[in-house]
Each structure stands twice: as C-alpha cells, then as structure tokens.
Antibody
Framework: EVQLLESGGGLVQPGGSLRLSCAASGFTFSNYGMTWVRQAPGKGLEWVSSITYSGGSTYYADSVKGRFTISRDNSKNTLYLQMNSLRAEDTAVYHC??????????WGQGTLVTVSS | QPVLTQSSSASASLGSSVKLTCTLSSGHSGYIIAWHQQQPGKAPRYLMKVEGSGNYNKGSGVPDRFSGSSSGADRYFTISNLQSEDEADYHCETWNSDTRVFGGGTKLTVL
C-alpha cells in the first residue's frame, strides 16, 4: 500500500522559510515522479511543483517560481519542498503525491502551512 | 498551457445518476484527464483517467458505479445509484511535460 506522510508545516511569518518533507513507502520511490499540490482554505487544488524520478528535472508553477525548491533523496525515500520568501497567499494544506502516466494517483494527507504575522 | 473548466456545484437525488463535466481549453481537446474525489476534511483520492477516445481506467478500489466518458473537449464523470458517501468535491486534472493543471472543482450534493 502506498503511503505518503508529509511533515514540516506550521506557522511562519511573512518573508520566512519552511522546509516540508514527505516520507514515501509501499512503492519503489526512485521509479516515480513526485509532485506537491496545495489547497488554500475553502479553495480548489493548485499544482505547486513536480520532480522527475531521478531528480534530474524540476518544474514549478509561476506563483512559486524562484521562491520554492523541490528536491528528493531516493536513498531516503523522501521528497522535499523548500519554501522561502513566504507570503500570506501561500497559506494552504500542502499535499505530496505520486505521479504516473495516469495522473496523480496517490496522495498524502497533507501538512498545513500558515503564513501570518 | 491547458485550462480546465468545471461547474462549481451539482446536485442529484439519492439512488439517481449524475454526470459531471470537465472542459479542456481550446487547442487541448486531445488531452487525457484524471478525476479525483475529495470528501469533506479528507485528502483527494484518485478515481480514474479519461482519454479523448472515451476510454477510461479506474484506480484500485473505485466502485463499479463510477465511470468516465468523453466528447470533444469535454471529459465526463458519471456516478450511478448515487449514495450519501458520494457527496464530495470532484476535481479534474490534466498535465503535459512540465505543468499540471487542476479544474476549480465541483461540489456534489446528494439530496
């Protein structure tokens, strides 16, 4: 069974930084691309960033480009999202997810990031 | 990049059928989409992918009552014999080589 467990969320002031982690199990992590998707309170899903299976290519939504960095450690089966220069509009639940040719097929429960003074 | 359009809400009676629509933007009518269900307070759950041909492939454990279809730029998700637990938000998703896109989601109410 695929399990994705996010951590690292919390309350941070505008302009601050946070690093999210996602521990993966139940599948061969190094064979799959991974993604971060966020959901602001009461809003829909918004794609944030993706990374290929090897980590060789990364992709970002325009809203986070230059501020967020996605990475992975295949030896630790862990996905990361480094978030810098955080803004109030980054407040959301951040989900990590596994991606395949069929779409985003497995989701974590998410971790809440609140950006507020 | 593609844009996905969904109605913000839909409703149907217990035991009936409902068909939700996700429309791809101009120039992207051939894209594959995925449907996800999000019950209140829970993480999204992958349901199926739907191709432009109308073929669909469901995820593990997805009920037989759930199906997909397609017509032009529209991708559909149909629930038959609607149950109370089907009340949820339904999101569609598409992607290309460097971008993933979600529709705004449809809130389904079971009457």
């Amino acid at each position: 069974e695929v399990q994705l467990l996010e951590s690292g969320g919390g309350l941070v002031q505008p302009g601050g930084s946070l690093r999210l982690s996602c521990a993966a199990s139940g599948f061969t992590f190094s064979n799959y691309g991974m993604t971060w998707v966020r959901q602001a309170p009461g809003k829909g899903l918004e794609w944030v960033s993706s990374i290929t299976y090897s980590g060789g290519s990364t992709y970002y939504a325009d809203s986070v480009k230059g501020r967020f960095t996605i990475s992975r450690d295949n030896s630790k089966n862990t996905l990361y999202l480094q978030m810098n220069s955080l803004r109030a509009e980054d407040t959301a639940v951040y989900h990590c997810a596994k991606i395949t040719a069929a779409g985003t097929t497995d989701w974590g429960q998410g971790t809440l990031v609140t950006v507020s003074s | 990049q593609p844009v996905l359009t969904q109605s913000s809400s839909a409703s149907a009676s217990l035991g009936s059928s409902v068909k939700l629509t996700c429309t791809l933007s101009s120039g992207h009518s051939g894209y594959i989409i995925a449907w996800h269900q999000q019950q209140p307070g829970k993480a999204p759950r992958y349901l199926m992918k739907v191709e432009g041909s109308g073929n669909y492939n469901k995820g593990s454990g997805v009920p037989d009552r759930f199906s997909g279809s397609s017509s032009g730029a529209d991708r559909y998700f149909t629930i038959s014999n609607l149950q109370s637990e089907d009340e949820a938000d339904y999101h569609c998703e598409t992607w290309n080589s460097d971008t993933r896109v979600f529709g705004g989601g449809t809130k389904l109410t079971v009457l």
